[in-house]
Every structure is written in structure tokens, then in C-alpha cells.
């Protein structure tokens, strides 16, 4: 069957699928996916048990029956991780197919450009992966062979998907741009479709008014807070008026709250002030409390939650594997150290100064305060799970073999420098998913595709 005989638009389901095997493409990096690593050492292998037969050919390159039982394996286990509706097994299979022949396409497009995946590149995919899944590379590599897996299949998938990836981050950097214009109106958007993060200075006079005040003493209060409200209208000193007749306790210190975020203010002063310029007065203006007058020292725009982080502050305990420490008696060994620490015996403190073998031991494993994104995923992966006060059980990274604990975490503001990074990356990936759907469009559209036979999944 040739391919005028297929249908030209497909569901928007592969477009979900386009990119299963690896990350979107973001404005740090491309990184192959946990479901690669996961599935590659998961999924028993196929080829073994069917008889393989050609279902396409992509410019005279095929694409078997196999490969799309493969990944039909691995995209059938992401839906079922994320709770998703499987469409009818055959006609994923067909998505399946379509997603492969447009890697295929993107691939030989990346040959014909020069790119190329060294041994040294795809050996440390092969680490990243064995690192994922808490083995060395020798564990690894037997473990994917004690599932009926061929190591050299998995390795040359492994080149295939990193030289994806390098033909898509070279569209990428050639198409997308961003501005410093684009990164001031980003910011600017984020704040106004977000008005809870206004800060408002606001100081108040409260001319109290008690429960059993009669309707002649309510009259008279309200006269003294107008009073005070014309006198501040007319250039008096608001800190001054506040000193001598509010009755709140900010009174003392000229009726000032400081810098608020509108969410912490009554819902009175916010809507009182709300169309007012630095140094206006509103009121006298009624709560139960009694009357109010307002003055709008200053607003801003706060940092919106687009522009808050999660900081964790975090220790370790850091031992390095080798010949003279294999990865199990490093586990064994920190394995002792979080029982001493659980039962009283010895401080986590302490046993990273003695034991931990990294440049925080001599902080007692103290790694600061730090953003997501500054460690390796398998190590953030691990540190995020854990509440204030928790131990991991030890982990195993492409460094060595970890104990963590967490001992605290709070929500900050970014600096106007990382406001400015967050707003670079979410814009590059923006438009990098725009470029990226364009160019495999282009490339697929290009490409000579002859179907064979469906697949059987």
C-alpha cells in the first residue's frame, strides 16, 4: 500500500504520542525520559517470541512489526502510570506506526545534516539510565539480558533517540528567539492575570465604635473620623492624626501595616483603595470595628506564584563506589548509619562529618538552601519526596550512594535575575514546541513512505 492510499491527518492523539520517548524540549536541555529507562529494562523483548515482517518503509528504511510492539508496550504502561483511556489496541498500534516513521524521518534528516552520537555520549545515556533505575551499568546491562532483551538493540534505540534529540535542539536554536521585550511583557501578563499578587502600603485611623453605642454616639464617631479624614485630605500629617485618635494598635506607629499582599488585607481596605494613587484617602469607610480612614502610601506588583520556588535545605551522606567499595557494601554501610541516626545512637550530623565523601562534610552533609533543578534527577527525584525531618533509604546516583535528609522547606520570591531565567525558559518552550510541530510536519511531508502490511500488535 503506498502512501496516497493512507489517510494525511491523523487524531490529535499523535500528537501526544510525537514526542512519548523523550521530554518535551525545554530551555535547559533534552533528557531522555524515566519511561525509556524504566520500559527499556521492564519490557521483556518481542522479537523472540513473533515472527518479524517489514510494515513500512521510510525512504527505503523499514520499520518491522516488532519495533511498534516495542514501543507499543511503553506507551500502553505511561498510559496505565498516568490513569489514561486506551484507545482500541489496534488503532494505537497505527499511531504507534505513524510516530515511529516520523522518527525515522527526523533521524535520517539528522544524518543528512552531519549530526552523529558518539560512544562516549551514548555511554553515558546508558549510565543516566542504569543510574535511574538504582544499578551500575554491569548490573544494568544484566539485567536487560536476564529480560530477553538484546543490549545492542536498546543501545542503538538509545542513539537513535539522542540523535532526535540533537536534530530537534538545532531547529530549536536556529528558529527560536527570545527578546528582552518578550521576557518584560511575560512578566508584566503574569502579574495582571494574577491580582492577588498586588502589595499594597497601606496606614488606617479606626475610630472604634462599641457594640452598645447608641445611634446619637455612632453619629458622633463617624463626625470625628470625618473629621480626620477631611484634615488628611487637606495635607496633615496621616501619622500624626493616627497617633491622636485611632484606636487600633497601629495608632502608636502612625497607623502603618507595612507591605501586604492584597490577600492578607481586608476585603474593605482593598476595594476602598483600589482606584486611589500613592498618597490618596479614602473614607470614613464602616467595618464592625468601626469607622475607618485609609491612606494608600504606595502600591506594587508583588511576585506572582509563576515567579515563587520551593527551596529545600537538605544533608547527605555521600559515599563513593569503586574498587574499594562496592555499590552493596555502600548501601549496606549507609543502611547502619540510618539506623543509628532513627534510633538516637549518633547524629546524621556527625556521621556526614566522619564518613561523607563530598565537599559538604565538613557542614555535616549541609547543602544549603537550594532551587529545583540544581541536582540530578534521581537525586531531586528522591529529596522531593521526602517531609521535613524524613531519611531516605540510601540511593543510588551517578555519583555514588546517598543518605538524605530533609530538614526544611519554604516558598521564596525569585530574584529579578531568575524572574528573568523563568521567563526565558517558559518562552523558548513556547515556541519550541510551535517550531518543533512545523518542522516535523515538513520533514514528514518530505519524506517517501511505502506501507507494507499493518502491524500486529
Not at 161 to 182: A, C, T, W
Not at 190 to 203: I, R
Not at 214 to 220: C, D, F, Q, V, Y
Request: aromatic residues 4%; neutral net charge.
Amino acid at each position: 500500500m503506498t502512501e496516497n492510499a493512507r489517510p494525511r491527518s491523523l487524531p490529535a492523539l499523535l500528537c501526544g504520542l510525537a514526542l512519548f520517548a523523550l521530554n518535551p524540549v525545554s530551555a535547559q536541555s533534552l533528557r531522555l525520559s524515566s519511561e525509556l529507562a524504566q520500559a527499556s529494562i521492564k519490557q521483556p523483548s518481542v522479537a523472540t517470541r513473533t515472527v518479524d515482517y517489514i510494515v513500512a518503509l521510510v525512504n527505503s528504511e523499514p520499520v518491522t512489526n516488532n519495533d511498534v510492539r516495542q514501543r507499543l508496550m511503553r506507551v500502553e504502561q505511561q498510559y496505565a502510570q498516568r490513569g489514561v483511556a486506551l484507545p482500541p489496541r489496534e488503532e494505537l498500534a497505527r499511531l504507534v506506526l505513524e510516530q515511529l516513521v516520523a522518527e525515522r524521518a527526523q533521524q535520517q534528516e539528522a544524518t543528512e545534516l552531519g549530526l552523529r552520537v558518539d560512544e562516549a555520549s551514548l555511554a553515558q545515556a546508558e549510565q543516566s539510565i542504569a543510574a535511574q533505575n538504582q544499578l551500575s551499568v554491569e548490573e544494568f546491562r544484566q539485567r536487560v539480558a536476564a529480560e530477553g532483551m538484546d543490549i545492542n538493540r536498546l543501545r542503538n534505540e538509545l542513539r537513535g533517540q539522542l540523535l532526535l534529540q540533537r536534530v530537534r535542539e538545532r531547529e530549536v536554536e536556529l528558529r527560536v528567539k527570545v527578546s528582552e521585550s518578550d521576557i518584560d511583557a511575560f512578566i508584566r501578563e503574569q502579574g495582571a492575570n494574577n491580582p492577588d499578587a498586588l502589595e499594597l502600603s497601606l496606614a488606617h485611623v479606626l475610630v472604634q465604635v462599641p457594640d452598645t453605642a447608641s445611634a446619637a454616639r455612632i453619629a458622633e464617631l463617624q463626625a470625628r473620623a470625618q473629621s480626620v479624614a477631611d484634615r488628611a485630605r487637606a495635607g496633615g500629617d496621616f501619622a500624626a492624626l493616627a497617633r491622636e485618635f485611632s484606636d487600633a494598635p497601629e495608632g502608636t506607629s502612625g497607623g502603618e501595616f507595612g507591605w501586604r499582599p492584597v490577600s492578607r488585607l481586608p476585603e474593605l481596605f482593598v476595594e476602598s483603595t483600589r482606584s486611589l494613587t500613592a498618597g490618596g484617602i479614602a473614607g470614613p469607610v464602616r467595618s464592625a470595628a468601626g469607622f475607618h480612614v485609609l491612606k494608600l502610601i504606595d502600591k506594587r506588583q508583588g511576585v506572582s506564584p509563576a515567579f515563587t520556588v520551593t527551596q529545600t535545605r537538605a544533608r547527605h551522606i555521600l559515599l563513593r563506589t569503586g574498587p574499594q567499595l562496592s555499590q552493596a557494601d555502600a548501601v549496606a554501610r549507609l543502611n547502619r548509619y540510618r539506623q543509628q541516626v532513627a534510633s538516637g545512637q549518633a547524629s546524621f550530623e556527625a556521621l556526614a562529618r566522619e564518613h561523607s565523601q563530598d565537599g559538604s562534610a565538613r557542614q555535616g552533609g549541609d547543602l544549603g538552601w537550594t532551587n529545583p533543578g540544581q541536582f540530578v534527577p534521581e537525586f531531586e527525584e528522591a529529596m522531593d519526596k521526602l517531609r521535613p525531618g524524613e531519611m531516605s533509604p540510601p540511593l543510588v546516583s551517578r555519583f555514588g550512594v546517598h543518605l538524605i535528609r530533609v530538614d526544611e522547606r519554604r516558598d521564596t520570591a525569585m530574584s529579578e535575575r531568575e524572574q528573568r531565567e523563568v521567563a526565558r525558559a517558559r518562552l523558548r518552550d513556547q515556541k519550541a514546541q510551535s517550531v518543533l510541530l512545523s518542522w516535523s510536519q515538513d520533514v514528514r511531508a518530505r519524506a517517501f513512505v511505502e506501507y507494507r502490511e499493518d502491524p500486529r500488535p
